[in-house]
């Protein structure tokens, strides 16, 4: 999630289609949708688990957001602007990850591998990107892959040649003095 769970609109990938995914559609309030379905003569479909406080989700509608409006009563709209800059912000460094793949990565069916030298001198927020999109191009997603799976890859990669680390699944990061195989 990150920074792209903070946008304003994510575009899922499956197999047949890109799905672009509203998710919360955090500039329209539900007072808005549900006046323009009143006047458009739609019914709107009510998603009942959105009342309930079982979930983590609601919890913070419901009860830390109008605690939050207390000490900042735009706090909605502060919401709103963080969203708009973390959409810009990661189709930012969507384009340099974008970049530096094309320049440090070598593909084969069964692993990923960088150019450790070119690796290195990338900035650290890139060479994260880079091991989360080598990770989830080997696997076919990123389940059960954590910030610190992201993380320590970083660091082997950043520290001595000869060294591995496994990950859940089966995949490995290993680290030589020309190569960075992730597979």
Known sequence: AGMTGMSESTTWPSENHDYRIISPMITISRDLILNYCNNSGLEPRIDESNFSDRHFRNRIRMELIPLMEQYNPAIRGAFVRLSQNAERDV?????????????????????????????????????????????????????????????????????????????????????????????
């Open 91 to 183: 189709k930012f460094i969507e384009s340099q990850v974008n970049e530096a793949w094309e320049k440090v990565v070598r593909h084969d069916e069964s692993y990923i591998a960088f150019d450790r030298t070119g690796f290195i001198n990338l900035p650290l927020a890139i060479q994260g990107h880079l091991i989360r999109r080598a990770i989830e191009s080997v696997k076919g997603d990123l389940a059960n892959i954590d910030q610190v799976h992201i993380d320590e890859s970083v660091s082997l990669v950043n520290g001595p040649a000869g060294k591995s680390l496994d990950l859940p699944h089966n995949i490995r990061t290993t680290v030589s003095h020309q190569l960075v195989s992730i597979g």
